[in-house]
């Protein structure tokens, strides 16, 4: 790949034909597709401009660390800033085939844009007690959730609603699971996660850091409206979020409270990422009426 310019001294192979999928620089981070091969290297992909975007200013920013940008000619031509960026950061930026690229994906039409990067720290990332510092006002647990599109996504609403941390506890699918940061467009960048198996010890932890642990609940005797009627959303809260098969059913009694999301049409029900959105800007609206900030 010929680009010319002061950039190709500071590229990996500068000069060189691009890595193919049999390199063994792209098969070291293709083992980062697997959790397994995460934490061994302390490392997750970020895949796509828009995860590559924030990646790299979250580096400018002093929050992550990127280590390798592999970058496909269209991928590179399209992203110019990008790409110049990362080279400017004194990151190892390989130009790769899209071949190589489409090994690193999990997308069915690859970006040809893929960042190696640190996970928080090594080998299990932040401790819940970690992400709850500081009395934070809203935070977001996920319980059991095996979708890593919906777990994504869920970052990425606790994010734009302005939470203080997202916890992934029980058996929920590892944040830095490709197709859930892809989900949270980088979201997974702006806030703390923490993930912790024992669920009972993440509502212990919300408990000292001074939240109450309200879940989302379908089944449950009072919904949002009462609950905002009566004022109840403007106190410090951690909304649990449960499986998409069998919701909070066995942690219930594990809550302070429950609430259901009304459902005023003809719906069976809404899905976890879109009840996760009402529940927490039900809870950011309650908080900002009652004059009170975020992220403390």
Not at 43 to 58: I, K, M, T, Y
């Amino acid at each position: 790949m010929s680009r010319g310019g002061p950039r190709s001294t500071r590229r990996s192979g500068a000069g060189a034909a691009p890595l193919t999928e049999r390199s063994s620089r792209v098969a070291g981070a293709r083992k980062l597709t697997r959790r397994a091969g995460r934490e061994r290297a302390g490392a997750f992909l970020a895949e796509g401009a828009q995860a590559v975007r924030e990646s790299l200013s979250a580096q400018s920013a002093g929050t992550a660390h990127v280590r390798d940008l592999f970058a496909t000619e269209e991928a590179a031509a399209r992203y110019p800033e990008l790409y110049e960026a990362a080279l400017a950061a004194d990151i190892r930026v390989h130009d790769v085939t899209d071949r190589a690229a489409a090994s690193l994906s999990e997308t069915v039409t690859p970006q040809g844009l893929v960042a190696v990067c640190d996970l928080p720290a090594h080998p299990s990332g932040r401790t819940v007690d970690d992400v709850l510092t500081g009395s934070p006002l809203l935070v977001a647990v996920l319980v059991d959730v095996a979708d890593p599109g919906n777990a994504g996504t869920v970052v990425r609403v606790a994010d734009a609603a302005g939470c203080s941390a997202v916890v992934f506890a029980g058996d929920t699918v590892d944040p830095y699971n490709g197709k859930a940061v892809r989900a949270s467009t980088g979201s997974v960048f702006h806030l703390p996660l923490a993930r912790e198996r024992d669920a009972e010890a993440v509502f212990a932890a919300c408990r000292r850091a001074g939240l109450l642990s309200v879940g989302a609940d379908g089944h449950a005797a009072d919904d949002l409206d009462t609950a905002e009627v009566r004022g109840d959303l403007a106190g410090p809260t951690a909304w649990v979020f449960g499986s998409e098969a069998h919701g909070l059913a066995q942690r219930v009694a594990q809550l302070d409270s429950t609430l259901r999301v009304p459902l005023y049409g003809r719906a069976e029900s809404l899905n976890l990422a879109t009840a996760a959105a009402v529940c927490l800007y039900a809870s950011a609206r309650a908080q900002r009426r009652a004059g009170v900030g975020q992220r403390a």
